[in-house]
């Protein structure tokens, strides 16, 4: 018996020693990744897998959704002529004069418009994410940044595992909708993030950078990407892989800041109503600029293979390749752009009118193409174009918030959201009709011309930079408290002059005084230079 009770004691103390150890190492590398900087850097990779994962999954049925909806009707229609036949021999069997009519009602093969379903359900994922996103943000402001990302991630995930097991059009549609439900949240709350975590200006505009790089690379490599493993390993696998990949975010987003245990928002300013954010003229300068630098993008995707195919004469494979290259112009026009912005943050305004008239240029000279090779060129320049309004505009959104409200900044990027979801729930239900009613050319001369007519708009923002310090010190002066993250740190700044200024036996009144008459100076100055109401 003590032999027994001894052996049954070893394998417990084994198991616990195991589990000890475990925990150990779980809280070790837990506490680790609460470091700030190391959690800055993980949160960083999370919100760009979340980005690359949306991107990827939007872009990745272009190759083989025709594929997929064309076996469905397949397999549709079979079923029917199958339930034809034994309708049509059971009729016969009865009296002839029934199965007549039941042969001349029934139809003889399914009628089935197979571009119309597709551009709805290209459409229907930025649709349900323009309905969904002013509520989204302003759930974000209430709640926090991780919570919205590891809902987004989730219903990210059941819409890809959705996706991989969809037997007809209704599922599909529903596995797309629901994924402009996760992206209503995943992306607006990571690009938000971003912007709290980052509040430096040159880090800010790298991170929003590096997040916009996999935003591209998402969504140019997901064509190839989809086509090849739909071609050798059929139509699960791309889906099911996906599907891995944003398990696993998820579960390191849990891991890397607890979302649903961290209590910091109580504390946190409320932010300012997304209703507001909208009538601000300068943030409204901004979402129309993102709005128009994506239409070209969004209304060529489902109309340029037909294009190609018909004047050149293009393959598949060349159809679904074409867009590849264009990834390495849109990473240099991010990388330009925050060199730029680093030398002279002064100009962002001018960078997005630069890539604004880049993709007007690009768009028009496309109709006069002639082979695949040349059609490159265009489609890099509205890339490259699209990356500097993107890398110049998006931390304008932030800069903005910080100066003119409070630094929440889940409804301003749900704005931004908004812009990116106009251009493209109005691409695959309106580029069609446009180039039916008009033709190829006229669209991309109507695109061009609007990006380019839009450009002198951005000349609004060429003062915001000098909103800095003005706006802040006035808001100070009347007593409206610390609004933005630049007023709470200019405060203290100025607090601490006003303290130097006597530091040995200086009394508590002289010291407000000359803080108060440091404030007042400042004022002053830039009142003589710029006048904002």
């Known amino acids: 018996m003590e032999a027994e009770a001894a052996g ?111 551009g709805v359900l290209f459409a229907s994922k930025a649709i349900l994410q323009l309905l969904v996103n002013p509520l989204s943000g302003t759930f974000i402001d209430r709640v926090g940044y991780a919570i919205p990302l590891f809902i987004g991630l989730t219903v990210m995930f059941l819409s890809t595992v959705i996706f991989a097991f969809a037997e007809n059009y209704g599922t599909l549609f529903v596995a797309r909708s629901l994924q402009g439900l996760g992206s209503a949240f995943a992306d607006t709350s990571g690009i938000a993030l971003i912007a709290d975590k980052f509040t430096e200006e040159s880090e800010r505009n790298r991170a929003l950078g590096i997040a916009l790089a996999f935003i591209s690379f998402g969504s140019l490599v997901a ?75 969004a209304f060529l995707e489902p109309t340029i293979a037909s294009w190609m195919k018909k004047n050149m004469d293009a393959n598949e494979w060349e159809v679904g390749l074409t867009w590849l290259p264009a990834f390495f112009p849109h990473v240099l026009g991010v990388y330009i752009t925050i060199k730029l912005a680093d030398k002279y943050p002064h100009l962002q305004w001018f960078y997005g009118a630069l890539g604004m008239v880049i993709i007007g240029a690009s768009s028009c000279i496309m109709p006069a193409c002639r082979n695949v090779g040349q059609l490159t060129v265009p489609l890099c320049g509205i890339c490259f174009g699209i990356a500097m309004v993107d890398t110049a505009l998006l931390p304008t959104l932030a800069f903005l918030v910080d100066v003119r409200y409070v630094s929440v900044y889940g409804s301003v990027y749900a704005i931004a959201d908004i812009s990116y979801s106009v251009a493209y729930a109005l691409g695959p239900i309106v580029a069609g009709e446009i180039v039916h009613s008009f033709g190829f050319v006229q669209l991309n001369l109507g695109m061009g011309l609007a990006n380019v007519l839009y450009a002198p708009v951005l000349l609004f923002l060429r003062n915001i930079c000098q909103m800095k310090p003005s706006h802040s010190e006035r808001n100070i002066l009347l007593e409206e408290g610390p609004k933005g993250l630049y ?37 002053e100055e830039d009142s003589s230079d710029y006048d904002y109401t």
């Open 8 to 118: 049954s004691a070893g394998p417990r103390s084994a198991v616990e020693k195991l589990s000890e150890a475990v925990g150990q190492r779980t809280k070790a590398l837990s506490s680790a990744l609460q470091e700030a900087h190391r959690q800055r850097r993980l949160l960083m990779v999370i919100v760009c897998v979340a980005l690359l994962l949306d991107n990827m999954l939007y872009m990745v049925i272009v190759p083989i959704i025709p594929y997929i909806i064309g076996a469905m009707n397949s397999t549709a229609g079979h079923q029917q002529g199958e339930q034809q036949q034994q309708a049509g021999s059971a009729a016969a069997n009865g009296s002839g004069g029934g199965g007549w009519i039941s042969n001349a009602m029934s139809p003889r093969y399914p009628v089935e418009n197979n571009d119309i379903k597709i």
């Open 223 to 297: 064509p190839p990407f989809g086509g090849i493993l739909y071609h050798f390993a059929g139509k699960r696998l791309p889906f099911l892989v996906l599907a891995s990949i944003s398990l696993l975010d998820g579960l390191l987003l849990l891991l890397a800041i607890k979302p649903f245990g961290d209590r910091t928002r109580e504390n946190m300013p409320v932010g300012t109503p997304i209703y507001r954010l909208m009538i601000d003229p300068y943030i409204a300068v901004v979402a129309g600029a993102l709005t128009f630098c994506n239409i070209p993008l």
């Open 487 to 523: 007023d709470t740190i200019k405060m203290e700044a100025c607090k601490g002059k006003g303290k130097n200024r006597h530091p040995v036996g200086g009394a508590e009144e002289n010291s407000i005084d000359s803080y108060h008459r440091d404030l007042r100076e400042a004022s």
